[in-house]
């Protein structure tokens, strides 16, 4: 099996990327021209997509900002979904989880409903909050271990009574209940050191790694710590620092080049590396 | 402030009962006759909620039965908001949380575009990914605490270096984040002498205490421990207890009969005691 895995690691080595563009798509943030049209998010995803589809390995799919406008943000959701090349992984960043009849239903949604082929669940709730969404082998399920933000400090750090921080507890249940290869977890770019002490701790597991940008993490240290052994095995996630570029844009095209300007560079820096 | 607070007391109150309707409307569970119709959800939903308000505080829409329908099955939860008698309190079971630029969209969400009076999140990334849904003054933000799954076992209830569960951690946070009496926890119900102590300890938190009925919690247990000093701020959710009776049912109404004898003997249970 290992279907989801295989395919993250064919496409890093055929495309020398790791790269993951996060569709955060927000109407207040986006070029003023999108606003204007009959669908301001999918238009813009449309030439977000059209602009980063050589380099990106996968698209995540940040269900917060379709959310936020309801019925119609998540019509958005939807149709963005079939402008995304088949080849390349699509994850739903959702962090759901709850008990397991309604971790089934959530798993349901976005593996069967909108087939994505991977999601970001939360861990506090344990295994039988998991154990849904890791029941469907050839998908990926990455499971929250250490944020990039703040507020990891408040638990996800907090040291346990045998001495190991509450991350790496939920790191090694993780290592236990994958199917298939079919488990990762979430460790943020923004603590480079952490990153390679997880990484050795788990060579196995598929790494998702914001924070690159926006957030302060480097490419380059998420790139040197994340990988595994093989030089595959991790997906790097950019979202503010591609989809919004600075400048005035006159046209899609306009937009959509200083778009590709930023993935070339960021592209640049991984080929070098993978 | 405190209104939402203040609300759900004063309800308690009048109605002598803490009873939470949970809304885990799912299609192959419901009584056949509902399945015939155009819109399954939400025409059940509707003789639930005419069943059960006399003697609900609040209901509870468990979003994952929604989006496990995709578009057709949040506008069913949108519906189903239309129909929920304006005294009671509406909470999205939701259980979400992200970095706060994106918590922020959860939080306008659930608290603006669909204008819930309440929402649950899940603690595991601290105190940015939940102040976006704490700086709503006047809406209730529950926070996960102590569940009543078997996965609690697996993080929940960790010790820490310093002595205290996981849980009791995350609980001394929430006490610092609430704004305005607009914190709550959710502790679940089957486990009776964890919750006292929990209510102990937080004396002044709104409690949402699901796990009585299917998950196997005592109605008797979560009231004596987890209401306040005053008898109130603590609200007990019943989701397949009360929409599942046992049973055939010819007619909507002779369904709704069997729903308002379920809602009956836990109500006259409640006003034994509140």
Not at 43 to 61: D, H, L, M, Q
Not at 92 to 113: C, L, P, V, W
Request: with cysteine; hydrophobic share 40%.
């Amino acid at each position: 099996m290992c279907f989801a895995r295989q395919k993250v690691d064919a496409l890093i080595r055929s495309r020398k990327s790791v790269l993951c563009v996060g569709l955060d798509s927000d109407l207040s943030k986006m070029p003023e021209l999108f606003r204007a049209m009959d669908r301001p998010v999918l238009e813009f995803n449309r030439a977000v997509i059209r602009a980063t589809s050589p380099y990106a390995v996968a698209y995540k799919i940040n269900t917060a900002f379709y959310e936020a406008d309801g019925l119609g943000g998540l019509r958005d959701m939807e149709d963005t979904l079939t402008l995304l090349p088949p080849e390349t992984l699509s994850i739903a960043d959702a962090k759901r989880a709850d008990i397991g009849n309604t971790s089934r239903k959530y798993a349901q949604a976005f593996f069967e409903h909108w087939n994505f082929d991977a999601v970001t669940v939360a861990p506090y709730m344990g295994e039988d909050s998991l154990e849904p969404f890791f029941s469907y082998e050839d998908k990926l399920v990455f499971v929250l271990c250490l944020t990039s933000n703040q507020g990891s400090l408040d638990f996800e750090e907090l040291l346990l009574e045998d001495g190991r921080p509450l991350y790496m507890a939920v790191l090694d249940k993780v290592r236990t209940w994958s199917r298939n290869c079919n488990a990762g977890v979430v460790v943020g770019a923004t603590k480079t050191e952490r990153l390679g002490e997880i990484r050795r701790s788990a060579p196995e597991l598929c790494f998702l790694i914001p924070g690159v940008g926006a957030q302060g993490g480097s490419l380059e240290g998420a790139l040197q710590s994340g990988l595994d052994t093989a030089g595959a095995g991790a997906l790097v996630n950019v979202s503010r620092g591609i989809i919004y570029p600075e400048g005035s844009f006159a046209s899609v095209a306009e937009y959509e080049a200083a778009v590709a300007l930023k993935v070339h560079a960021l592209h640049e820096e991984m080929r070098s590396v993978l």
